[in-house]
């Protein structure tokens, strides 16, 4: 694998990631740990090779931003996954919205951040005090 900077450290998805991965795919096998750094590299080449033709597919629509669409477009040879990889898309989708509207609903209160600080003080104390 190639490195423009020299430092692959910069350039690799945490290892703890791919353990609980591995671990959740493969919960009854045990991996050496040469293999899981194997996976490791592996995981990382493939998403620079996605990245970088989606770029390219980006580039020549003359966008500045690489959406989902250039993702799917390059696919690598990986046509045969192009459902699996929408329906993927829907559920990440799907997430964010819930995490917006749950974030929202906060500010939907009508209650100013000051008071809810104080209100969470209040409750604070209260545990807090001996009985």
């Given at each position: 694998m190639a490195s423009s900077s020299g430092n692959d450290d910069d350039l690799t998805i945490p290892?703890?990631?791919?353990?609980?991965?591995?671990?959740?795919t493969l919960p009854n096998v045990r991996v050496a740990n040469d293999a899981r750094e194997l996976v490791v590299n592996c995981c990382t080449e493939f998403i620079h090779l996605?990245?970088?033709?989606?770029?390219?597919?980006?580039?020549?629509?003359?966008?500045?931003?690489?959406s989902p669409e250039h993702v799917i477009q390059g696919s690598l040879g990986f046509g045969s996954y192009i459902s699996e990889v929408k329906e993927v898309l829907q559920e990440c989708k799907?997430?964010?919205?819930?995490?917006r509207?749950?974030?929202s609903r906060l500010?939907?209160?009508?209650?100013?951040?000051e008071e809810l600080l104080r209100q969470q003080q209040e409750l604070f104390a209260k545990v807090s005090e001996p009985e």
């Open positions: 290892r703890a990631a791919i353990n609980k991965m591995i671990k959740e996605i990245s970088s033709e989606a770029n390219e597919i980006c580039n020549k629509s003359e966008k500045k931003t690489i799907t997430v964010a919205l819930k995490r509207k749950a974030s500010e939907n209160l009508g209650i100013p951040e």
